[in-house]
């Protein structure tokens, strides 16, 4: 698509899915860091007998 002008601007409708897959794998990272900082809780619950008061606790801003 080098040959056309228009298609070489970021905001061309051809580089929207690179913006949303951006976006998308922004969104993913952070879930993925709540999920495992949760599994962590869990595994040490389970695995090293760990009291369960370290499964309540929660991040406040």
Do not use: C
Request: avoid cysteine; hydrophobic fraction near 50%.
């Amino acid at each position: 698509h080098a040959f056309w002008f228009m298609e070489e601007l970021f905001s061309a409708p051809l580089h929207w899915g690179f913006v949303i897959l951006g976006w998308a794998g922004l969104f993913s990272g952070g879930i993925a860091a709540q999920i495992i900082t949760r599994y962590s809780n869990l595994t040490d619950v389970i695995w090293n007998n760990q009291s369960k008061e370290i499964l309540n606790n929660r991040i406040v801003p």
